[in-house]
């Protein structure tokens, strides 16, 4: 049981080029979502989705993208990466039933950086 | 909208009390979190308080719940230097709703 896991750990890319972040769970969570982090901002929600095939936007969705083709995948793609998309990227799941106390599984996150 | 407050930074010195705070807005919150972020890692929840609770203990850790100020404490006895990470408070967006909204959170550092 590997929980959330998040690949690459650490990403370099130039302005304009395009990438996807991975996320999986082997959980059968059905609720998943992307998170970005900040200095001084905090955990700011990018993208969710409530079950396979269904997302929705959060908070910052502007140049970011997500599908949920299955239950375990959620990734994430950057469009045209922009230096205001550095980041450390979080992914996070949960069960509908038991949320209350167990709230969210984080994967360890992806540090990206953009130049 | 919903919105949680925290101090950004706290120092205390080994062997003492942490108290961390935390204010939330939402009053339809049922559920509040408080996470643990280690350096260069992922978030982990600690502990959680179910809105009709005014307080939580869990060995080392004390949640106290006032919710007439919609304030939410972090209470670490004996503070070690293990316990030196980001503390982050989440309150879920009312009865039902599965998304949480997390404070900007707390550095503590532990002095030896």
């Known amino acids: 049981n590997a929980g959330v896991t998040q690949t690459p750990k650490f990403q370099v890319l130039k302005t304009g080029q395009s990438m996807t972040l991975q996320c999986a769970q082997d959980?059968?969570?059905?609720?998943m979502s992307w998170y970005r982090q900040d200095p001084g901002m905090g955990l700011r929600l990018i993208h969710y989705s409530v079950g396979a095939g269904i997302t929705d936007q959060g908070e910052v969705p502007n140049g970011y993208n997500v599908s949920r083709s299955t239950t375990e995948d959620f990734p994430l793609r950057l469009l045209s990466a922009a230096p205001s998309q550095t980041s450390v990227y979080f992914c996070?799941?949960?069960?509908?039933?038991?949320?209350?106390?167990?709230?969210?599984?984080f994967g360890s996150g992806t540090r990206l950086t953009v130049v | 909208g919903e919105d949680v407050e925290q101090s950004l930074f706290l120092s205390v010195r080994e062997g003492d009390s942490s108290v961390i705070n935390c204010t939330y807005t939402d009053s339809s919150s049922t559920y509040l979190y408080w996470y643990k972020q280690e350096p260069g890692a992922g978030l982990q929840l600690l502990t959680y308080i179910f809105s009709n609770m005014d307080m939580k203990q869990d060995q080392r850790l004390t949640v106290l719940l006032n919710k007439k100020d919609k304030h939410l404490s972090l209470r670490i006895a004996d503070t070690q230097t293990g316990d030196s990470a980001i503390y982050f408070c989440?309150?879920?967006?009312?009865?039902?709703?599965?998304?949480?909204?997390f404070g900007k959170g707390t550095k503590l550092s532990v002095i030896p």
């Open positions: 996070a799941s949960s069960y509908y039933e038991g949320f209350a106390k167990n709230g969210y599984t």
């Open positions: 959980m059968n969570h059905e609720y």
């Open positions: 989440a309150e879920n967006e009312g009865a039902g709703s599965y998304q949480l909204t």
